[in-house]
């Protein structure tokens, strides 16, 4: 196993294993819920980590989150590409989480104009 991403939201964590697991690359969360227990711990000491089943595909699955988190994958003006309401944040069409708030994707308006 070997870690491969961790942050202090464990929504953002679920949303990169969402990722890794839509390219068929097993991982797994640990540390989940880990902050509200922490004590003496350091903050980052208890961030949601995601750890990776298959080390040899540790090249891949960086690339994966690249792209998902920094790449963002698409151009912010692309066909589909969608703001979220609470916090503001640019995403791709192929996100239906925002990966900085955790928020859904809100329903598209459908119905018919009179």
Request: a negative charge; aromatic letters at 8%.
């Amino acid at each position: 196993m070997y870690r491969i991403f961790s942050a202090p939201e464990a929504a953002t964590v679920y949303i990169a294993k969402q990722a890794l697991e839509n390219h068929g690359i097993e991982s797994i969360v640990q540390n989940d819920g880990l902050q509200q227990a922490a004590g003496d711990l350091a903050p980052i000491n208890a961030w949601a980590e995601l750890w990776i089943l298959d080390e040899s595909r540790l090249t891949e699955a960086s690339a994966v989150l690249r792209d998902a988190f920094e790449n963002r994958g698409e151009d912010e003006n692309s066909l589909g590409a969608w703001q979220c309401e609470s916090c503001g944040e640019k995403l791709p069409p192929s996100f239906d989480v925002c990966w900085k708030c955790g928020d859904n994707r809100p329903e598209p308006i459908t119905g018919t104009i009179s």
